[in-house]
């Protein structure tokens, strides 16, 4: 069992910064890729970013060069950092992963954009 826990949300201007951090915690052994989604109001969940055991990221084109993904695997902990935010980047953020075939999500976390 995997548990994942996000923490960093909350309000933040237009053109603010927001750091989002996944905790793991549980039998975490073997995990490889770990995943940020968001889901707006009214909208379909979409990928933001990933980061895999070796380092290697991958970014939705809407947050590249905004975004950046890393891990501390001494920590077991995903880090989204979040620079120059839009109104757009409003929605919920989860961090996804994987293990031994069964799929993980953590409950989520607010990111509001706003003036």
């Known amino acids: 069992q995997v548990r994942l826990v996000e923490s960093g949300g909350g309000l933040v201007q237009p053109g603010g910064s927001l750091r989002l951090s996944c905790a793991a915690s549980?039998?975490?052994?073997?995990?490889?890729?770990m995943v940020w989604y968001r889901q707006a109001p009214g909208k379909q969940r979409e990928f933001v970013a990933s980061?895999?055991?070796?380092?290697?990221?991958s970014g939705a084109d809407s947050v590249e060069g905004r975004f950046t993904i890393s891990r501390d695997n001494a920590k077991n902990t995903v880090t989204l950092q979040m620079d120059s935010l839009k109104s757009e980047d409003t929605a919920v953020y989860y961090c996804?992963?994987?293990?031994?075939?069964?799929?993980?999500w953590g409950s989520g976390i607010q990111v509001a954009v706003s003036s």
């Open positions: 996804r992963t994987w293990l031994d075939g069964t799929e993980y």
């Open positions: 549980g039998s975490i052994s073997g995990i490889n890729v």
């Open positions: 980061i895999d055991g070796n380092g290697g990221t």
